[in-house]
């Protein structure tokens, strides 16, 4: 079911007048007849003429780079978005077009927890490929939010694919599904590849593995186009601002313009595979125009501790840290080494359960086979966050 954002009603309900683009949220405009009537069935050359993509989680990080690129692409993209009564829909609004053109841009309301909604959407879009990015994706939340995570993550993989076969689109569709070095977890060799074998240490680890796993047993079961990213950490200027990077870069900018005084974190030793998120979308459309489905790791191939971004990220508006402290505890303290002031705390609140200490990928298998390779280095990406960052907090200072 189509969704107008501003007012909830799907183009039957909503009268013939255009709805605008009004401040605080996004509104959607589709013309009547837009989406195809449920169950109108499509030749095969009818169905495959056309670059229509189907996006769940359009509205998160992942989901609005993945848009601009198909959009730029010539596709028709759909996206499956959540009702909130608070806009979530901030990182596509400038994908918005104005009502008068054709929308290349559609959103429905629909959820990876309501099979109905997920079959009535694809059998009215009739998608040539479907991007699966949404997910309760905080893995420190996973573990307050256990069950949700599975139903969402893991089952939610399930629903979809199912809803494709019931659509009768399981020989037609092409499927992503957004798995993760989450998977890797305790790691038993470096670099990953996707041959590492898995062991999860979080609850939406847990969750992704069955996705993983649901999708390669359709793959090899019915003979679908379904294809797993095994996407380490990917970041920009969109990233959630609870994932480390952005809390970081946010922190930076906010204590540098003299608006907070502290940045409080967990493990400062973690170490993670960097990249940015624009160019591991790319990855995802590539996998999709391969002849055959596949697993494919996208990663830099480097590891940083998160010790380091928060150096990198301070050194970008002139401020060296230096730590004092018995590492490793909650007695460590980042100080500003020109004043001595301090300007990081680690507090346990931010502690996981079970810690994934160390994900470093090797993307080769990604570079030869889709030609793919990140073009953002760690430094270019941490540069970017925070002085997008920056620039933020100045204009939120002068609204
Ligand atoms: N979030 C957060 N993490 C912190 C903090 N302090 C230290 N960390 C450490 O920073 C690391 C990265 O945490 P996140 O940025 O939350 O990301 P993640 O747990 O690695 O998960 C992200 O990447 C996965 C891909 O490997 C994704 O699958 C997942 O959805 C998420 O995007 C973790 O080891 C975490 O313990 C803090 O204050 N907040």
């Known amino acids: 079911m189509s969704a107008d954002l501003q007012t909830g009603k799907t183009p039957a309900s909503r009268s013939s007048a255009a709805q605008g683009h009004t401040k605080g949220g996004l509104s959607m405009h589709i013309k009547d007849g837009y989406a195809l009537a449920a169950g109108t069935k499509l030749s095969p050359e009818e169905y495959f003429k056309r670059k ?13 780079y993945l848009t601009e690129l198909l959009l730029e692409k010539g596709y028709e993209v759909h996206g499956i978005i959540r009702r909130s009564s608070s806009f979530n829909t901030g990182r596509i609004e400038h994908l918005y077009k104005d009502v ?23 059998s009215s879009v009739q998608p040539t490929e479907i991007y699966n990015l949404a997910a309760q994706s905080h893995v420190k939340v996973s573990f307050d939010m256990a069950e949700y995570t599975g139903d969402v993550d893991g ?11 019931t659509c009768g689109l399981t020989n037609h569709v092409r499927f992503y599904q957004a798995s993760t070095s989450e998977l890797y977890g305790k790691v038993v060799e470096t670099p990953q590849t996707e041959t590492t074998p ?6 939406y680890g847990v969750a992704k593995l069955y996705g993983f796993w649901i999708v390669k047993n359709y ?27 952005r809390k970081i870069s946010r922190a930076v ?8 005084d502290c940045l409080y974190l967990g493990n400062l030793d973690a170490k993670r595979d960097w990249g940015h998120a624009r160019d591991y979308v790319e990855g995802m459309w590539r996998m999709l125009q391969q002849d055959q489905p596949d697993d494919y790791v996208l990663a830099t191939g480097e590891t940083h501790p998160v010790r380091e971004f928060v150096e990198k990220a301070f050194a ?21 080494k020109q004043t001595g002031k301090v300007l990081v705390r680690v507090d346990e609140r931010y502690f996981r359960p079970a810690e994934v200490d160390l994900l470093h990928g090797n993307p080769a298998k990604a570079e030869a086979t889709l030609g793919w390779k990140r073009k953002c280095s760690f430094d270019e990406l941490v540069k970017e966050m925070v002085e997008a960052d920056v620039e933020g907090a100045k204009r939120a200072n002068h609204d």
């Open 52 to 64: 229509v993509a189907l996006l769940t989680g359009i509205t998160g990080q992942d989901g609005s």
């Open 219 to 245: 793959r090899e079961s019915y003979g679908m186009h379904a294809s797993n990213g095994i996407l380490f950490n990917h970041e920009s200027p969109r990233r959630g601002r609870t994932f480390v990077t």
């Open 316 to 336: 970008i508006v002139g401020t060296s840290i230096e730590w004092e402290g018995e590492r490793d505890t909650v007695n460590e303290v980042g100080k500003c």
């Open 155 to 165: 089952l939610g993989t399930l629903r979809l694919l199912d809803a494709i076969r």
């Open 198 to 203: 898995f062991y999860p240490r979080s609850p």
């Open 253 to 260: 900018a906010e204590i540098s313009l003299g608006q907070q």
């Open 100 to 122: 008068h053109e054709r929308p290349k841009m559609v959103l429905h309301y629909g959820d990876l927890t309501d099979t109905t909604n997920l079959v009535s959407i694809i």
